[in-house]
């Protein structure tokens, strides 16, 4: 499952690779009656080697030209895209699994659509469990970050306060002096104590939705702790 920068997500990508047509058709026909399709893009192997295996999230391989089938296998089993080969009969898939761990083997029989399809399936939501986790781990991470400075804001909220207050102070006593400023340094002076007036308006909204974040943890704890046997009671 591939992720957008703006946080939504791409539909899933299975890519299937083969040298008779009849085995695409077949994969992607019988995909048709499970509830969720996914976008498939079909290969030849000449051209598996040169497909960007990162733009997919799950590879499925079968009847491949005999001359082929040992340098598709090597190449898939070197690369990190999770990928299902449905061997040939006749064809040793104890020799395969063994040669090939990184491969998942599934043997031709009578039922082979429906194991392959099952299989994919359950590897495509394992893939996309695993995308919804690692988001949720980025957004905890973010959010940790906030959570630290937020406390250093607060640690360092009174020591703030206390300086915007002085050059508040200053500001307004130097202003006092009718005589000794000339109008440039009035003009600068009056800047100056304008943009501390919004420091210090600023940092009075942030004490007010600490104030207001706080209500509202207390009583969430509050809710937690209402006895559910008395509260449905008096439901």
């Not at 040992?70 to 080969?85: D, F, I, K, P, R």
């Not at 061997?87 to 491969?103: C, F, K, N, Q």
Request: glycine share 4%.
């Amino acid at each position: 499952m591939k992720q957008r920068s703006s946080g939504t997500t791409d539909p899933q990508k299975v890519l299937v690779s083969s040298d008779q047509n009849g085995f695409s058709r077949d994969l992607i026909a019988r995909w048709q009656m499970q509830p969720h399709v996914p976008e498939f893009t079909a290969l030849s192997s000449d051209l598996l080697r040169g497909s960007a295996s990162s733009l997919f999230d799950v590879a499925i391989v079968g009847d491949v030209r005999p001359e082929r089938t040992a340098a598709v296998l090597a190449h898939l089993n070197q690369s990190s895209l999770l990928t299902v080969y449905v061997a040939s009969v006749g064809e040793p898939v104890h020799t395969l699994r063994r040669d090939y761990p990184r491969l998942i083997v599934v043997s031709r029989h009578d039922a082979w659509l429906d194991t392959v399809v099952l299989l994919t399936e359950e590897i495509l939501r394992r893939a996309e469990l695993s995308a919804h986790i690692s988001r949720v781990e980025e957004g905890a991470r973010a959010g940790q970050k906030h959570a630290t400075l937020g406390r250093y804001m607060v640690e360092m909220r009174h020591s703030f306060n206390n300086a915007l207050t002085s050059v508040l102070g200053n500001a307004e006593l130097l202003l006092l002096e009718t005589t000794a400023l000339n109008p440039n340094m009035r003009d600068q002076l009056e800047t100056l104590h304008a943009m501390t007036l919004r420091l210090h308006e600023m940092m009075q909204r942030f004490t007010s939705l600490e104030v207001e974040l706080q209500c509202t943890e207390k009583a969430s704890r509050s809710e937690k702790m209402i006895d559910p046997i008395s509260y449905a009671t008096r439901v």
